[in-house]
């Protein structure tokens, strides 16, 4: 049964957290087109590490027993205002890393999974502190300040 809970959020990881991947990317390609490199550099570099905590999710479904699947994802929004997507981004970041706990509490008794997870909300969590900090930039040097840092 605990194997069951563990596949079972795995998949969620998998459906969601590529779906994600690719938000960021498609966010990255909307941020490079608008000039704002530094942007779209951080959006293709944090879709590359979702990509690869998904391949690691996978692996770990497999080694289980379970059956991955290619679930179908809900459309997710796309911006153009970068401080709007930073305040949604920083959204989903809390709600996954809430989600997360409870997921990482089923597998502490399956360390190979435990850690992998850790790992993955170490930087989920990295990512919501990054987007805060940022948002309190704006807030401190001004939008038009920040987004010159952002070119």
């Not at 027993?65 to 930073?86: F, H, I, Q, R, S």
Request: charged letters at 30%.
């Amino acid at each position: 049964m605990a194997n069951e809970n563990i596949i079972k959020g795995l998949q969620l990881i998998v459906t969601d957290l590529a779906q994600q991947a690719d938000g960021h990317a498609i966010q990255s390609k909307i941020f490079g087109s608008q000039g704002f490199s530094k942007l779209a550099d951080k959006y293709a570099e944090h879709a590359t590490e979702e990509r690869g905590y998904v391949d690691q999710c996978i692996d770990r479904i497999l080694d289980l027993g379970g059956d991955v699947k290619n679930e179908a994802k809900k459309e997710a929004p796309t911006y153009t205002d970068p401080v709007e997507w930073l305040k949604y981004d920083l959204q989903v970041s809390i709600d996954g890393l809430n989600s997360l706990k409870t997921l990482i509490e089923c597998a502490k008794d399956d360390l190979t999974t435990f850690d992998i997870l850790k790992d993955y909300y170490k930087d989920e969590e990295e990512d919501m502190y990054w987007a805060q900090q940022q948002l309190e930039l704006i807030e401190k040097i001004g939008l038009q300040n920040w987004l010159i840092h952002q070119i």
